[in-house]
């Protein structure tokens, strides 16, 4: 598994005291362009409670490893600024669960758009617990708050491994999550219940199974249930449960998987939950966005639609369809690309993409899909022999794999272990290439 480093530069620690919460920041992109401590908003948190409640759960979910937990690095969360709400977000350790705060509660300046990284250290995390009561808290997303309160301005430093699964778990949920429906919501009193009810043990695999305006828990799969597996993954929004008005439950709507996203409706924000299909799985192994890169156009694609995204706040398929000149399909499949490199997420409550910069190198995504790379060699190895009946034979070291290129199935001991569950094996990927070539040479 590769790893690179991610070093962070505050020019200070963030703090919160006298009411007023100063978030550091640390390298990014904006509207302006590359910044070193970008300075985003400056202004009240209306709901001063649930935020700080939210953001501390946002920080927990990057500091845990949830399968097999032990002490590790914590990464710092990443916060977007699109003009109309802050996005917090972070990703677990192990690479299985992933968080985000929307906060729509803003009453103040908006001075640029774009992403960052926010310092969440031990004292503010303290400081955070404590707030309580309905007064507003100021905040500032940059550097020029601190002023206020940073006594010595000493510079922050950090330096933390990022394996390449983080990343890749990023745009796994983002493209998992496209497909994903809306299978329950209930109100604040039974959302309350419902997630108090979970098993305690942190293993335990549930299906909430919706029952009129509440949801019931199974042992087992049940027509319209989705799957929590782990209960003990959701453990962060257990605090925000007093705050809660709703709580909305997402997953696929053809059962396609166990992984399911849990969402409170909080005052003048909202706290969404992403889980995996297991404990033991992150969202990287998945291989849902291979076949959306495996087209030849998607790279050049995502380089145009790239320069279209200007940190709205929703990216409309429709508009960039319009402005690009490129079909729909072509659309979604370039943003799958740029999911890859962490500029796009998606947000289940608007069915939408969303705009974000990732401080990583898109010349990497290539490394982070080996199964891609291989079958690209396989293709340019000469390894791929098309049959009548969209059917293929891939001669490996292994040997030779027959391959249904529509059906995604091969003889391989890789396809018999997940039968599709984790995206097309290399051979899949590597016949489907041939087969596109074939249809571009065709007179």
């Not at 002023?147 to 983080?166: C, Q, Y």
Request: proline residues 6%; contains cysteine; glycine residues 12%.
């Amino acid at each position: 598994m590769t790893s690179a480093v991610q070093a962070y530069t505050y020019t200070g620690p963030s703090v919160l005291a006298g009411g007023r919460l100063g978030l550091s920041t640390s390298g990014g992109t904006a509207l302006s362009g590359p910044q070193a401590h970008p300075r985003f908003f400056s202004g009240l948190l209306t709901h001063a409670a649930p935020a700080a409640a939210g953001l501390l759960a946002v920080a927990d979910v990057a500091l845990t490893r949830y399968h097999q937990p032990r002490p590790g690095w914590t990464r710092d969360p990443v916060v977007t600024c699109d003009g109309e709400r802050l996005r917090f977000e972070s990703f677990s350790a192990c690479g299985g669960v992933y968080a985000r705060l929307d906060v729509h509660a803003l009453d103040g300046d908006v001075l640029d758009r774009g992403t960052t990284n926010v310092d969440v250290n031990g004292p503010l995390r303290e400081s955070l617990a404590r707030v309580g009561g309905k007064d507003p808290l100021h905040l500032g997303v940059g550097a020029d708050e601190l002023t206020v309160t940073t006594l010595d301005g000493a510079v922050v430093e950090k330096k933390v491994p990022l394996p390449s699964r983080w990343l890749r778990g990023f745009a796994e949920v983002q493209v998992m999550a496209a497909g994903w429906d809306l299978r329950a919501e209930l109100a604040g009193p039974q959302a309350v219940r419902f997630l108090r009810s979970l098993p305690k043990g942190a293993r335990s695999t549930v299906w909430a199974v919706p029952a009129g305006r509440d949801l019931r828990l199974s042992s087992a799969a049940a027509r319209g249930g989705v799957c929590l597996s782990g209960t003990g993954r959701v453990v962060t929004l257990m605090p925000l449960l007093r705050f809660a008005k709703a709580l909305r439950v997402y997953g696929p709507a053809d059962g396609s998987s166990t992984a399911s996203a849990w969402e409170l409706e909080l005052p003048g924000m909202r706290y969404t939950l992403a889980v995996s299909p297991q404990p033991s799985r992150g969202f990287s192994g998945e291989g849902q966005v291979l076949d959306d890169l495996a087209t030849d156009e998607a790279g050049a694609d995502a380089d145009l639609i790239g320069m279209l995204l200007n940190f709205e706040p929703t990216v409309e398929l429709g508009l960039l369809s319009d402005r690009s000149a490129l079909p729909v399909e072509r659309v979604r499949a370039a943003l799958t690309q740029l999911g890859t490199s962490g500029r796009v997420g998606y947000d289940l409550h608007e069915a939408a993409h969303f705009h974000r910069e990732l401080p990583y190198d898109q010349d990497q995504v290539a490394e982070l899909n080996p199964r891609l790379t291989s079958a690209r060699k396989l293709v340019d190895a000469g390894a791929v022999r098309l049959l009548p009946g969209g059917q293929a034979e891939v001669t490996t070291d292994g040997g030779v794999r027959r391959v249904g290129v529509g059906d995604g199935t091969c003889t391989c001991p890789w396809w018999f272990d997940h039968r599709g569950s984790r995206g097309p094996c290399k051979h899949v990927l590597s016949a489907r290439i041939a087969a596109r070539l074939a249809v571009e040479a065709t007179p």
